[in-house]
């Protein structure tokens, strides 16, 4: 089943909306959230807030402990992605389809409760 990184991104929204402020892990999240927001803000989406990108990022994986490692993951391959590999949908920064598929189904199955 071809699950596209939409599915993480509505996590994403949906994680953080439950988790309101959160605090994030120092060290390699920080980098990889850097990296993240790097990679974004050159497509200036309409409802992206680079201001709070950072924070959000880094509040994702403690927000749903039971699926940190996953989160983590999907943070991790987002971050080493070029910027070519992101666009713009319904205003917000994406990957685009087919990247970091196996880390954003894994995080959904968990998220869902499949793992």
Known sequence: MHMSFRVSAVLFGLVLW????????????SSDCQKFCANISGLKCAMDNPGTCQHECEALPTALPQCKAQLEAV??????????????????AELKDGVCDPEGQAAALCFLGGA
Not at 18 to 29: E, H, I, P, Y
Not at 75 to 91: L, V, Y
């Open 18 to 29: 439950v988790a309101g402020c959160g605090g994030g892990d120092a060290g390699s999240l």
């Open 75 to 92: 943070i991790k391959c987002s971050a080493n992605q070029p910027p070519s590999n992101f666009e713009c949908k319904d205003g917000e």
